[in-house]
Nanobody, 117 residues
Framework: QVQLVESGGGLVQAGGSLRLSCATS????????MGWYRQAPGKQRELVAA???????NYADSVKGRFTISRDNAKNTVYLQMNSLKPEDTAVYYC???????????WGQGPQVTVSS
């Protein structure tokens, strides 16, 4: 069973920072486009940021300049550094591994991020 093990969620004041981590198996990580999605209450899940196996990144407009996605290939881990957090960033954040070659998509359990005003 494929696992995406996430950590780093929590409660922070507006303007603060958090870093999310997501680790998975080597066999998944080296092929996967890794991403972070979020879902706020009453809203659809949305892409926050993604990074390909080659290191190309893309971001939602709402987080550009504040969030940074990165991957550590030695640790099979993807990170989401979140700075200048806003109350509207409050959501459950899901790690995602998309392996196009296998037509498989995997999801983490989703840590809660809460930003107080």
């Amino acid at each position: 069973q494929v696992q995406l093990v996430e950590s780093g969620g929590g409660l922070v004041q507006a303007g603060g920072s958090l870093r999310l981590s997501c680790a998975t198996s080597r066999s998944i990580f080296i092929f996967a486009r890794m991403g972070w999605y979020r879902q706020a209450p009453g809203k659809q899940r949305e892409l926050v940021a993604a990074i390909t196996s080659g290191g190309s990144t893309n971001y939602a407009d709402s987080v550009k300049g504040r969030f940074t996605i990165s991957r550590d290939n030695a640790k099979n881990t993807v990170y989401l550094q979140m700075n200048s957090l806003k109350p509207e960033d409050t959501a459950v954040y899901y790690c995602n591994a998309d392996v196009a070659a296998w037509k498989q998509v995997y999801w983490g359990q989703g840590p809660q991020v809460t930003v107080s005003s």
